[in-house]
């Protein structure tokens, strides 16, 4: 029970400041919190190939870590995208990749940490012998 000398409307004005609290809490966490995603990259092959010279194996994907400490201290790979397909390539065996598309996430949590994951998918490829295009 109340204080015998709080009258009703105190009782919610109190109400009201706490969900008030609440409300801002929330949008705080909101507000500091947030998700990215964005297309890096899109190619066709990771190497110049002569068509009709090369055999579509099997699809691929690699990911890549990384993670900044208020968005000045990195830790990870200086170079996710070219680390993720040699990922991709040593695992499949491939020589090349084709149709390749790479996606970098980023999930921040109060502008402190914020996680960095770089993901490739593509298709791998075996070379014929003179399947690089060149000169």
């Known amino acids: 029970m109340g204080s015998p000398n709080r ?4 009782a919610l004005t109190d109400h ?32 110049p190939l002569t068509p009709g010279r090369y055999t579509e194996r099997e699809p691929v994907s690699a990911s890549v870590w990384g993670f900044s ?34 996606q970098q996430n980023d999930i921040s949590l109060f502008f402190i940490v914020s996680l960095h994951v770089t993901e490739l998918e593509g298709t791998a490829v075996q070379i014929a012998d003179t399947g690089l295009a060149g000169p």
């Open 7 to 10: 009258t009703r409307g105190d």
């Open 69 to 102: 400490f208020l968005h000045v201290f990195s830790f990870g790979s200086s170079d996710p995208a070219g680390l993720a397909r040699d990922r991709a390539l040593q695992a499949s065996g491939a020589q090349a990749l084709i149709d390749v598309t790479i």
């Open 16 to 47: 009201r400041s706490r969900t008030i609290a609440v409300l801002l809490a929330a949008l705080a966490g909101l507000c500091g919190a947030g998700c990215l995603s964005r297309p890096v990259c899109v190619a066709s092959a990771t190497h």
